[in-house]
T-cell receptor, first 113, second 112 residues
Framework: DQQVKQNSPSLSVQEGRISILNCDYTNSMFDYFLWYKKYPAEGPTFLISISSIKDKNEDGRFTVFLNKSAKHLSLHIVPSQPGDSAVYFC????????????FGKGTLLTVNP | NAGVTQTPKFRVLKTGQSMTLLCAQD?????MYWYRQDPGMGLRLIHY???????AKGEVPDGYNVSRLKKQNFLLGLESAAPSQTSVYFCASSLLLGDEQYFGPGTRLTVT
């Protein structure tokens, strides 16, 4: 049972345009969500996160939106740059003493010059 | 400050052989984790540690053992490797429980 779903395996956008990566979850106990970026042959790196008490968090070109009623979050990258080309993983955590991050399968973003 | 490092980067094993993957972090993090990543799959947690001398099972622990004798090191052992353990293994650490995790560069393991 996949609790965190990234239904688009890949996404291609033009440089300068907006990239929107989507993530759906099924477990209503998740209260903290993270996005990681992964380049080939490297480990994932933390990008941005959002708590369930918020519906938006922004960090430079990256904004994460959370729609709790729809159990959906999205990562917006504006403007997209070729260096953003990577696999993006959505992850979710249940609060309290739970350490465990549940990851989606990832979306490969390609930004074309 | 090297962050999280992993040794080795690549390894090929024959079925039945054993090996140990080493993870080291220099950020004084209490919490450390071992994940595996397979094609088309997200990262799955194998084992984790909440402090020196403690370990616990994650989502897919079978066939693996771990040890955390020093705070900065977390070892992942395969006692008898199987082809199903062919994967990329990532180690991660975090300062606080449930905090964002910092990942190492990964170890690509092939079991033939």
């Amino acid at each position: 049972d996949q609790q965190v779903k990234q239904n688009s395996p890949s996404l291609s956008v033009q440089e300068g345009r907006i990239s929107i990566l989507n993530c759906d979850y099924t477990n209503s106990m998740f209260d903290y969500f993270l996005w990681y970026k992964k380049y080939p042959a490297e480990g994932p790196t933390f990008l941005i996160s959002i708590s369930s008490i918020k519906d938006k968090n922004e960090d430079g070109r990256f904004t994460v939106f959370l729609n709790k009623s729809a159990k959906h979050l999205s990562l917006h990258i504006v403007p997209s740059q070729p260096g953003d080309s990577a696999v993006y993983f959505c992850a979710a955590r249940i609060g309290g003493s739970n350490y465990k991050l549940t990851f989606g399968k990832g979306t490969l973003l390609t930004v074309n010059p | 400050n090297a962050g999280v490092t992993q040794t080795p980067k690549f390894r090929v094993l024959k079925t039945g052989q054993s090996m140990t993957l080493l993870c080291a972090q220099d950020m004084n993090h209490e919490y450390m984790y071992w994940y595996r990543q397979d094609p088309g799959m997200g990262l799955r947690l194998i084992h984790y540690s909440v402090g020196e001398g403690t370990t616990a099972k994650g989502e897919v622990p079978d066939g693996y053992n771990v040890s955390r004798l020093k705070k900065q090191n977390f070892l992942l052992g395969l006692e008898s490797a199987a082809p199903s353990q062919t994967s990329v293994y990532f180690c991660a650490s975090s300062l606080l429980l449930g905090d964002e995790q910092y990942f190492g560069p990964g170890t690509r393991l092939t079991v033939t």
